[in-house]
């Protein structure tokens, strides 16, 4: 069974910083594009950023580059997202996701992940 489960958020002023961590379970990270999503409160859905270890390519959203740092760590099976700088417009739930690394990219771009998990809340206040 597959099981991707997202923590480390929290309440942060703006200009601080967090990490995000997503512990993968029941697939094989190399084989997999994981990414990070977000959803703000009446907002949509929209990917942030999402990395293959395999390749060490990754993709990020234009608000977030330059500010958030997407990584892998194969041997504990996690994926994180360092995310510095923070804005109030930051402020949603985010989800860690992933899809077989043969279904393309543009999985990542159109949300059509396999694999959610739930998510971590992230709050930064002005």
């Known amino acids: 069974e597959v099981q991707l489960q997202a923590s480390g958020g929290g309440l942060v002023q703006a200009g601080g910083s967090l990490r995000l961590s997503c512990v993968v379970s029941?697939?094989?990270?190399?084989?997999?594009?994981i990414g990070w999503f977000r959803q703000a409160t009446g907002k949509e859905r929209e990917g942030v950023s999402c990395i293959s270890s395999s390749t060490s390519r990754t993709v990020y959203e234009d608000s977030v580059k330059g500010r958030f740092t997407i990584s892998s760590d194969n041997a504990k099976n996690m994926v994180y997202l360092h995310m510095n700088s923070l804005k109030p417009e930051d402020t949603a739930v985010y989800y860690c996701?992933?899809?077989?690394?043969?279904?393309?990219?543009?999985?990542?771009?159109?949300?059509?992940?396999?694999?959610w998990g739930k998510g971590t809340l992230v709050t930064v206040s002005s």
């Open positions: 029941g697939l094989t990270l190399d084989d997999y594009i």
């Open positions: 996701a992933a899809v077989p690394l043969d279904r393309g990219w543009g999985a990542f771009i159109k949300g059509s992940m396999e694999y």
